[in-house]
């Protein structure tokens, strides 16, 4: 069975520093991962994904993430974040791309100081 | 992209009572799902809308507590039933089979 862990429940940090999300996963085949974004009372928003080829992807917002499958991980990355960054983030792996059931982390709450 | 408008946002719920809660998608989708995002938690996914047939439900999640019905390619609704204050959560509709997920704002049920 697949799962992801996101060992950050809680992350604070400095409006323009750099952020970096940490998310690893568990799967038998090829992982499809995605990262999702949710604003206080809101739905869920997609910010990347990933399916094969580059292991770098480019998300919306500035953001990128990196598969390294060595270290089973698919970090979600900012190089300078905004106030209006401040959400939840949700790392998720699924099995194919045409079925896109999901299993989603736990969830890291990223709070911004000015 | 698919726009997903789910009703209600939000209820407030007697115990014992049932709650239908709808989803449409503004596009045909082949996929149809129903998580449920308990106070502080993730998303746990409760089953798979099935076009026209029964839906697929995850472990833990039985039909009778929470039935599904999904009579064409755009709409689904999830009723939750016979509430208890431990079903007071967000459940979200997604829709997806084109390599996204995409998601409702979500159902904010309080049941008292």
């Known amino acids: 069975a697949q799962s992801v862990t996101q060992p950050d429940i809680h992350i604070t940090v400095s409006e323009g520093a750099s952020l970096e999300l940490r998310c690893n996963y568990s799967?038998?085949?090829?992982?499809?991962l995605f990262w999702y974004v949710q604003s206080p009372g809101q739905g869920l928003q997609l910010l990347l994904k990933?399916?094969?080829?580059?292991?770098l992807v480019q998300g919306i917002k500035g953001f990128e993430a990196e598969f390294k499958r060595s270290q089973s991980s698919f970090n979600l990355r900012k190089p300078s974040v905004h106030w209006s960054d401040a959400a939840e983030y949700f790392c998720?792996?699924?099995?194919?791309?045409?079925?896109?059931?999901?299993?989603f982390g736990t969830g890291t709450r990223l709070t911004i100081i000015p | 992209s698919a726009v997903i408008s789910q009703k209600p946002s939000r209820d407030i719920c007697q115990r014992g009572t049932s709650l239908t809660i709808q989803c449409q998608v503004d596009?045909?989708?082949?996929?149809m799902f129903w998580y449920r995002q308990q106070p502080g938690q993730s998303l746990t996914l409760i089953a798979t809308?099935?076009?026209?047939?029964?839906?697929?439900?995850e472990s833990g999640f039985v039909i009778d507590k929470f039935p599904i019905s999904r009579p064409n390619l755009t709409f689904s609704t999830l009723t939750v039933s016979n509430m208890s204050p431990e079903d007071s959560s967000i459940y979200l509709c997604?829709?997806?089979?084109?390599?996204?997920?995409?998601f409702g704002e979500g159902s904010r049920l309080t049941v008292l």
């Open positions: 997604s829709a997806g089979g084109t390599g996204e997920l995409f």
């Open positions: 799967y038998g085949a090829t992982p499809y």
């Open positions: 990933y399916f094969s080829g580059d292991t």
């Open positions: 998720a792996v699924g099995a194919s791309a045409g079925n896109e059931k999901l299993t």
């Open positions: 596009s045909q989708v082949t996929m």
């Open positions: 809308a099935n076009q026209g047939s029964e839906a697929t439900y």
